[in-house]
């Protein structure tokens, strides 16, 4: 089992920076991929960033070149920096991380509002 504890979030006005962190604990020598997914009101969960133990990272066409992923693999802790914010980036933004077995584990959510 993989405990995901996110911090961050909150209100931020458009054109703003905001950053999340999520910090692993428990078998966190299985996780592979590391990532944020967000759920806006009435659509679904979508993958933001995600970013492999060995560093490979994938975005959302919507936040390329806005948004940055990284990995601290030493304090099992994800990242993401969140620039040139839009209001619809407003979302409650999920933790998660893979094992090498394919097990999703997801954190609480952390809500992002960005105020136009």
């Known amino acids: 089992q993989v405990q995901l504890v996110e911090s961050g979030g909150g209100e931020v006005q458009a054109g703003g920076s905001q950053g999340l962190s999520c910090a692993a604990s428990g078998s966190i020598l299985s996780i592979n991929t590391m990532g944020w997914y967000r759920q806006a009101p009435g659509n679904q969960r979508e993958l933001v960033a995600s970013i492999t133990r060995g560093g490979n990272k994938k975005y959302a066409d919507s936040v390329k070149d806005r948004f940055t992923i990284s990995r601290d693999n030493a304090k099992n802790t994800v990242y993401l920096q969140m620039n040139s914010l839009k209001p619809e980036d407003t979302a409650v933004y999920y933790c998660?991380?893979?094992?090498?077995?394919?097990?999703?584990?997801w954190g609480r959510g952390t809500q992002v509002t960005v105020s136009s």
């Open positions: 998660n991380n893979r094992d090498r077995f394919g097990n999703d584990y």
